[in-house]
């Protein structure tokens, strides 16, 4: 069965799903757990006017607004010390198929923000897509570092090895510690179905691979 990426399992939400949250110096706060701590650029929290302004922008975008896009990216140029418009920026535009501007939404997100496991995430989720399956290997894994308990980046990365970079035990260990740190509900049902299905797999080449005398 193939594996939807992270970011197809709630088409037409997923802008949402990675940026919704409260702004923070320099972060997010994404999904149920924060990205991280504020960024060398600035350590002080946004006041609250600004977060409300950001939070009528999100809503804006929720509901399709034509102009809303636009407005955040004047908000996101009058604020570059915040990642949270970046990601939110970046996610557009992968999802208008300018995978060229998203990248570079997310790479200004990483130097904002040092501790910004989404963005990482994301330039992943672009590796992946585009072929290029080393550099989303480290990107999860980055993502992995900074946010241990990001769950997304454990899904697609788990993606990653069980059907691009074959690694079967690598992919069942991640689909194992998304599960862990609580994973989207809709979605644990079929990983668990796949984490049974790795593990029979697994356990066979490992049963193989004694019988033929290999270490």
Known sequence: MLRPGW??????????VLALGALSAGCATVGKAPVGAASAATTEAPSPE??????????????????????????????????????????????????????DCFQRATRVCSSCGPAWNELGVLGRRQGRFADAEQAYLRSIELQPDFAPAYYNLAVLYELYIPRPELALQNYERYLQVGGAEDASADVEKWVADL?????????????????
């Open 7 to 16: 970011t197809d399992l709630k088409p037409g939400v997923v802008l949402m």
């Open 50 to 103: 600004l977060q409300s302004t950001y939070d009528a922008l999100l809503a804006r975008l929720q509901s399709t607004d034509a102009t809303a896009l636009t407005d955040l990216e004047k908000f996101s140029a009058a604020h570059p010390d915040l990642a949270g418009p970046l990601l939110t920026l970046g996610l557009a535009r992968a999802r208008a198929g300018d995978e060229a501007a998203a990248a």
């Open 199 to 215: 593990r029979r797999r697994v356990g066979t080449t490992a049963k193989t691979a004694r019988t033929e005398g290999t270490p």
